[in-house]
């Protein structure tokens, strides 16, 4: 949903490198997950479990990461505009 | 199969749901508040759930029984297309890490309960406000009512109602009885029950997943072995459709239906009223940021349960209803005592979202048509008491639809729920970021959206059914197999911002927002909430 995550950003205001990082933190598992065509296949296995399966349990972890980062950098976001125009 | 009752396995399964009838009745003494006789506190437990207590009860509200039994089965009987779960919920997170936290903080400030109740607020539309209630309260019904065939489900396997040739009444005795209890309970506890039930609920749920994946690989030769075989089972013809029955890998025109599905869900999952009423229930924004990086948990979860349905393949395990191969899995595969365990865990993770579902479309019905059609000026004490009230209702007409009707109309009516709710995201997302479509519009979008989803949801036809066969169906103007839910949208929005062009230039009257743009960013303190963030630059009083 790239209009929400735009959105967002035209909501706050100006548009800064730290929340061009957010945006693609959030938005990266979007890509990854609806082309669904770069992982549809069974190798290579991973014990035994085809390369379609353990990949997207690989994404779980990794959507949790970016997540992660988004959230501490959205802190230090509103740290820095603490008494700003953080409407 | 049905080869008499597992006494050891129903022992266990008996001491657990003892253990938690007790728990939710005592519940409402859990962080009692002074005023018990109002809807904040029977229907969202005070407001006052924090980061730990948020994540069991998302994780127990959104992850049911139906879910345990449901997405293993899918992968059991056509194979990789059921894996499309994972993506879903991994794409969620993301998602309502965006909009969930303006939700609550809009709702914080204005005291609303329902989503219905902020659509209210910010389009000054009461049509648009019931149009989203109504759309919760027949999308959340049929859930409830699958709630109860996942208890089924395990219930069969135990050997506990027996055959088809049983009464009747002994046949759902057990059924009723654990539904009579759900139904006090939530009564008399409110949102506090399922909260701390969620509890012991996902605990054994984490437990059984971890003895189970490890546990059943080993026993069945490791996952080679595993996939070789489901591998081999998938490549038989089904004789009903005369294809193949399912794939290891979605083939190419599989895909686009895998991606939509994935999307479409994850759209439609916090539109759901339950997960509202579990994420208002929070006691900050702050709780609902944080439940969005160690919600995932239970996505990984998720996918190692899936994987259960391919050992059900490898473990030979034949079922006519695919519904009951993983409690048969369990059964097959597990000492009886621990088989005990894992029915308990299913058991139990059906009445923590029952009973949270229940609650969330009795608010629905109290805040949004009662308060605003038939008495406006309730008090918060008769609130409370009519949405008590239809809580019981709501669970009456839920179990009279799964004792008296089929269980694929419970399943076909739940394919359309997830439709029809998809169809309220723009008025809800779209008003947390946005005032500029008119709410004609997107009363209009939602009617569209409705209308083409229904139909096109009953022009699907399967080998076993002639309508409501399925999730997906040709796109139009893209020509491929789509989940309808995501097309519907589409049109929903393409409706919404044509007419709101429209009804601009004509200047159709807007309807008074009560929201002002600092109220999407307040976090907890107008009302003595503690916070652990400093707070934002445009602050509350």
Sequence with gaps: MPEVTQGKQGNQGTITPLRVVIALCLFAPFVAMLWVSSYAKTEPLFAGIPFFYWYQMLWVLISTALTMVAYKLWQLDQRARKGGDAR | MKDGVNGVALAVFIFFFLAVTV???????????????????????????????????????????????????????AGAAGFFAVPYTILVYPLIFTF?????????????????????????????SLAVAVTGILATMPYIALQLVGIQAVLDVMGVGGGEDTHWFIKDLPLLIAFGVLAAYTYSSGLRAPALIAFVKDTLIYIVIAVAIIYIPIKLGGFDEIFAKAGEAYAQTNEATGKPR?????????????????????????????????????????????????LPLYSLMLGLLALLGFMAIAAGIQVKNGQLAIPQLFETMFPDWFAGVAFAAIGIGALVPAAIMSIAAANLFTRNIYKDFIKKDA???????????????????????????????????????????????????????????????????????????????????????????????????????????????????????????VLKAVKAPEGVDETSPSDYTADAGDKGVQTEMPKLGADTH
């Design chain 2, 23 to 77: 728990m939710g009745f005592l519940a409402s003494r859990w962080r009692r508040a002074e005023n018990e006789n109002s809807l904040d506190e029977w229907g969202l437990g005070g407001r006052s759930f924090g980061t730990w207590v948020t994540w069991f009860l998302l994780g127990g509200d959104l992850y049911t029984a139906y879910t345990f039994v449901a997405v293993p089965a899918l992968i059991y009987t």
């Design chain 2, 100 to 128: 969930l936290p303006r939700l609550w903080s809009v709702s914080h400030k204005h005291g609303y309960v329902t989503t219905s109740d902020f659509v209210r607020g910010r389009f000054g539309s009461k049509g648009l």
């Design chain 2, 246 to 294: 399912g794939s290891l890998v979605p083939g190419d025109a599989g895909q686009w239906t895998y991606a939509t599905l994935a999307l479409g869900s994850a759209l439609a999952l916090f539109m759901y009223p339950h997960s509202i009423t579990a994420t208002l229930s929070s006691r900050s924004r702050e709780v609902i940021r944080r439940n969005t990086t160690i």
């Design chain 2, 379 to 501: 008090t918060p004490a008769q609130e409370t008491k009519v949405s008590k009230l239809v809580s019981l209702l709501v669970k009456v007409g839920a179990l009279a639809f799964v004792l008296t009707m089929d269980k694929t109309v419970a399943i076909n009516f739940q394919l359309l729920g997830g439709i029809w709710i998809l169809q309220t995201f723009p008025a809800l997302v779209g008003g947390l970021f946005t005032r500029w479509m008119h709410r004609w519009a997107l009363l209009a979008g939602w009617a569209v959206g409705m209308i083409y989803g229904t139909v096109a949801a009953y022009g699907v036809a399967s080998p076993t059914q002639k309508h409501f066969g399925g999730h997906s169906t040709e796109i139009p103007g893209i020509g491929e197999i789509g989940y309808i839910g995501l097309t519907a949208f589409v049109l929903n929005l393409v409706v919404t911002v044509v007419l709101t062009f």
